[in-house]
Nanobody
Framework: QLQAFGGGLVQTGDSLRLSCVHS????????TGWFRQAPGKEREFVAAITWRSGIPWYADSVKGRFTISRDNEKNTVFLQMDSLKPEDTAVYFC????????????????WGPGTKVTVSS
């Protein structure tokens, strides 16, 4: 199971850190991704990381502002979001898949409930 935490209401330029806790999944051979869905829009890829290698992937829209990392001992993946913009407002979901991380949403088998992020202007 996956559980995301850390959403909230912030202002433009603020920071938030989201956490995704893996329960019941062995973190050794998984990839975890963050996706988001803004009101009236399709869900989109944000960032992903492969647990074993730590290699991250980022969407162009968040590159340089968001950082994904993992804590193997805590079975947790973090998404540090800096310089937030109103267009980052969305429900953020974490998802996991066996093997290497990818940016392809359909390849993720495990999904947690989302956490809402609202960035006011």
């Amino acid at each position: 199971q996956l559980q995301a935490f850390g959403g909230g209401l912030v202002q433009t330029g603020d920071s938030l850190r989201l956490s995704c806790v893996h329960s019941g999944l062995s973190s050794d051979n998984y990839g975890t991704g963050w996706f988001r869905q803004a009101p009236g829009k399709e869900r989109e890829f944000v960032a992903a990381i492969t647990w074993r290698s730590g290699i991250p992937w980022y969407a162009d829209s968040v590159k340089g502002r968001f950082t994904i990392s993992r804590d193997n001992e805590k079975n947790t993946v973090f998404l540090q979001m800096d310089s937030l913009k109103p267009e980052d407002t969305a429900v953020y979901f974490c998802a996991a898949k066996r093997g290497w991380a990818t940016i392809v949403e359909e390849e993720f088998s495990y999904w947690g409930p989302g956490t809402k992020v609202t960035v006011s202007s």
